[in-house]
């Protein structure tokens, strides 16, 4: 159970990104957070595994206080918790299977990943992960080389290896056309429905909210304005959230 | 994340009044005229300041001199012309006879001496012309008698043109017969066209053979500058190599985007102080343990190369057992403590072994030096790379220590903080921070008694110890109601101050002090180079590491990557192609830089150059600036195409 408390963020330049946000995510759930942009939905997620320091409120995860955790701990907490990006965030001139192993790199032995060398049963499970996203003939290719849809999948095996409990999507479909996003997002449904594991994914579609999200906050200027099944958000919600110039799209 | 759509206020651009536009324009050209002034006025005082004066430039001397020098430096003393000593006669009568004398017209063709008159009463003054013959050189004039003995009369020398004219006085000697004047000079044999053998006059000992050399060939001076100019290109490649060893792990350092996260609980930094005083001295005995240990099996390579074997084993399985390769589950107390004691145990031996190696490398490059002939640098140098190792492997020692013991004590500070009731937490971080402030002031203290050589206690310990108390408390207070203290800023700041100092000083200068260090040549060069390159790679890597993108920094960072893991993984391949071509740049720049380092008594050409510059040998400067100007062109173009290749 995933419990986040009046959660606050100020940038330095004095940009109230989150206001007083609260909401529950029970272990399992496919979240989709939604929003305009620069609403706070990357921000709130940024905060979850604190890449972002909030300013104030509490994040609880499994009663574990994760604002609360020491530079090491935080360190542990991470591990468990995947992380997808909009821009996938892959370092190019490294080889696939490099980006896939670096999500392991929370559980090796810093000293002997520093040479670039992992255990035997973490290179397996790269390639078994590669092949999960079917990429397995990719592994030695730079990852520079791949196409945006490919770049993303090798974004979810990075995450999967981490044997993550939680998975944030930052907007991890925006960059891609509609029929790379739902392939995409299968595997994200693939991974929450086999796994178990907890997805809380920022998305801008709502027909991709409608079909994947078993439940859907809005924020709208850091405000959570809406926590409710995707299916309750008609018309009328969509401008609350959106705006009243907002027209749907999808 | 925090970009919001902020409507961009229209910037209203109301027309100007029609009436201010006069008096602004006004303004203006009052304001420009001013400003023209100044300028004038900056450079007046610009020109008299450097000393600019015309009149020297149109000052005929003056440009003789500088006509004579271009000339000079036009005509590098490339190769050496054997010379032949060559003799030329002209005729005479005395006294003259009754019909005149009418000597044969000598050939034009070649050099040739006339004389005039051709015939003069006893003992008169008789004018000795030359032409032809080779330009500014000396020659001798001889009298030849009838039994072909030479009498010096004189002396002459050719002008530019090759030609001369010389009164002589002639012997009081009357003849029927013509009299011989004879000018003797060295003409030089062959050209670069005609290679010709000369007879050095001298025979091989063994064959009996005469020894001939080839005319031209290559000058001393030639010989010179190539010696001098491969050590140019091998200094440069040196301060090169240390420069960017070193510069590299120094550049995170100066990384504002890497830095500026960095921070520590209060009682966790504030302990690592405490605990790095510490390290020194126990890296300082760890140090002196494995020396002693490893000097113990040094009497043979035999015996050391089995310690090094047994070292070697025990450090790999050690450490192999210590660290293992994955850390799934927490590892009890127990387990734990006997890790750590394990990873020091593997570390000592571990350092054993590097000492026994260098050890060995020393040995065996004696042993090689004398075998190898004339490849005896390499015996020589793997002694040398022993050495180096050696001086390296204390150097490691000591940092790695110090640093367990900084990592250490911030353990031991969060550790702490966490078990601490709440009431006692401010009293302790009082205390730590009095200690660590007044540690900290006293090793600068300590460092500034060395400098200037002060010895009163008083004055090194207690007096900086107290200010440093007062300091450190002060800095708890203010740090107190923060979750943690940043200290990468710090660190940034103090490292690019650092290396701005460093960068400013020119290794001309630097030079200076490093041969009164290690005397005059290219070792002292290599130093001064290198430090520099160290502290200008280091800035420009930073400013490289800067400007990555964060992506994949935080992608990493989100796997619960350590801060080493996040730059070995996410920084250092996206910094790759920059760091070489800015190494290639900076082995360009110190090919240039070590040309000249020689000015300043650091080796290479430059060397050369000075001396023959000091000596008005500009014939000889000339070959240098040649070589320098072949070197330096053909490492840009190297060093661009190798840039265009790997970036």
New interface residues.
């Given amino acids: 159970m995933l419990r986040v408390e009046h959660l606050t963020k100020i ?1 330095d ?1 004095g ?1 109230l ?1 989150l206001d007083d946000v609260s909401f529950e995510v029970p272990d399992g759930q496919f979240l989709a957070v939604i929003g ?3 609403s706070g939905k ?2 709130l997620l ?1 905060c979850v ?1 604190r ?2 320091e909030p300013t104030d409120g509490r994040i609880l995860w499994n009663d574990v206080d994760i604002t609360a955790a ?3 701990d935080m ?9 997808v ?1 909009q ?8 080889p696939v299977i ?1 980006n896939v192993l ?13 040479g ?1 060398r ?2 035997k ?2 290179v397996q499970k790269a390639h078994e992960q590669l092949a999960r996203v079917g990429l397995e003939e990719k592994a030695n290719n730079r990852a520079d080389e791949l196409s945006g849809g490919q770049q993303q999948r090798v ?1 979810v095996a ?1 995450a999967l ?2 044997d993550p409990e939680m998975i ?1 999507a930052d907007e991890p479909v925006a960059s891609l056309d509609p029929v790379l996003a739902h392939g995409i997002m299968q595997y994200l449904e693939d991974i929450n429905d086999e796994l178990g594991v907890t997805v809380l994914c920022s998305l801008h579609f709502l027909d991709l909210v409608h079909r994947y999200a078993d439940k859907a906050i809005a924020l709208n ?1 850091g405000k959570l304005v809406f926590e409710g099944p995707p299916k309750e958000i008609d018309d009328a919600r969509f401008k609350e959230i959106y705006g009243k110039e907002a027209e749907r799209v999808g | ?5 902020s409507s961009p206020e229209a910037i209203d651009e109301s027309p100007q009044d029609s009436e201010k536009k006069p008096r602004r324009s006004g303004k203006r050209f009052w304001f420009i005229l001013l400003a023209v002034l100044v300028g004038i006025g900056i450079y007046a005082y610009a020109f008299d300041k450097t000393g600019v004066n015309f009149d020297e430039i149109q000052n005929e001397t003056r440009q003789e001199s500088l006509v004579r020098i271009i000339r000079k430096l036009a005509r590098p003393e490339l190769l050496t012309y054997e010379s032949v000593k060559t003799s030329f006669d002209a005729e005479y009568m005395s006294p003259c006879p009754s019909g005149g004398y009418d000597p044969e017209d000598p050939s034009t063709s070649g050099p040739y001496v006339t004389l005039a008159p051709s015939c003069i009463e006893l003992g008169g003054e008789i004018t000795l012309e030359g032409f032809n013959l080779n330009a500014n050189r000396n020659g001798d004039i001889f009298y030849v008698t009838g039994d072909g003995i030479e009498i010096r009369l004189g002396e002459f020398q050719t002008d530019e043109t090759g030609s001369f004219s010389q009164v002589v006085s002639t012997r009081e000697r009357a003849s029927d017969d013509p009299q011989i004047i004879r000018a003797t000079t060295a003409v030089t044999v062959g050209s670069i066209f005609a290679w010709e053998q000369v007879a050095t006059g001298e025979t091989d000992r063994e064959t009996g053979e005469e020894i001939f050399v080839t005319s031209p060939r290559l000058s001393q001076t030639s010989l010179d500058t190539w010696d001098k100019i491969i050590e140019t290109v091998f200094l440069a490649l040196i301060a090169t190599t240390v420069g960017t060893l070193i510069a590299i792990p120094l550049s995170f350092f100066a990384a504002r985007n890497l830095m500026k996260d960095v921070a ?2 209060l009682m966790a930094l504030t302990m690592s102080i405490a605990f790095a005083v510490a390290g020194m001295g126990v890296g300082f005995m760890v140090l002196r343990f494995a020396r002693g240990t490893a000097d113990l099996f040094s009497d043979t390579t035999a015996i050391a190369a089995i310690a090094l074997a047994i070292g070697t084993a025990a450090t790999y399985f050690l450490a192999k057992w210590a ?6 589950e927490e590892p009890s107390a127990g387990l734990r403590t006997a890790r750590l004691t394990a990873v020091v145990v593997a570390f000592v031996t571990g350092m054993i072994s590097l000492f026994l190696v260098s050890v060995i490398l020393t040995d065996i490059g004696e042993w090689l030096a004398p075998k190898l002939g004339s490849f005896e640098f390499l015996g020589t140098f793997v002694t040398s790379v022993g050495d180096i190792f050696w001086l390296f492997v204390s150097a490691l020692t000591a940092l790695v220590t110090g640093f367990a013991f900084m990592f250490l004590g911030s353990r031991v500070g ?1 550790g702490l903080r ?1 078990r601490l009731p709440n009431g006692a937490v401010k009293p302790v971080n009082y205390l730590l921070g009095a200690i660590a402030g007044a540690m900290s002031v006293v090793v600068i203290a300590q460092v500034i008694a060395w400098l200037y050589e002060i010895t009163d206690p008083m004055k090194t310990f207690w007096v900086p110890a107290a200010i440093g108390a007062v300091l450190g408390l002060l800095g708890a207070f203010m740090a107190m109601g923060k979750e943690s203290v940043g200290i990468g800023l710090t660190i940034y700041y103090t490292a690019r101050t650092i290396f701005n100092a460093i960068r400013a000083i020119e290794p001309l200068v630097m030079v200076i002090v490093f041969v009164v260090w290690v005397g005059l040549g290219a070792f002292a060069g290599s130093i001064a180079l290198a430090l520099h390159t160290t502290a200008a790679l280091a800035k420009l890597y930073s400013e490289q590491v800067e400007s990555i993108s964060l ?2 920094i ?9 801060r ?2 996040t730059i ?3 920084v250092a ?2 910094i ?2 920059p760091y070489i071509s800015f190494t290639m740049y900076r082995w360009d720049i110190n090919v240039r830089m070590s040309t000249i380092i020689g000015f300043a008594g650091g080796g290479g050409i430059g060397f050369l150059l000075q001396q023959n510059i000091n000596l008005l040998n500009y014939r000889a400067a000339a070959v240098q600036m040649l070589a320098i100007a072949i070197v330096v062109a053909s490492m840009d173009y190297i060093s661009s195409r190798l840039r265009e290749r790997f970036v």
């Fill in positions: 940038y330049d940009t990104a305009l942009s620069g990357s921000t940024r595994n890449l972002i020491g530079q090491e360190r542990k907490i991470r591990r468990k918790i995947g992380m990006f821009h996938f965030n892959l370092v190019h001139r490294s490099t670096s999500g392991r790199l929370g559980y090796v032995s810093p000293a002997m990943s520093l670039n992992f255990p049963s973490a974004g990075r290896m981490q944030l200027d | 994340m925090a970009d919001r759509d520590m609980p660290v293992p390769s994955t850390e799934e969060i966490k992506g994949p935080e992608a990493i960072k989100a796997t619960g990557a350590t080493m893991q070995i993984y996410a391949p996206q790759v192609p």
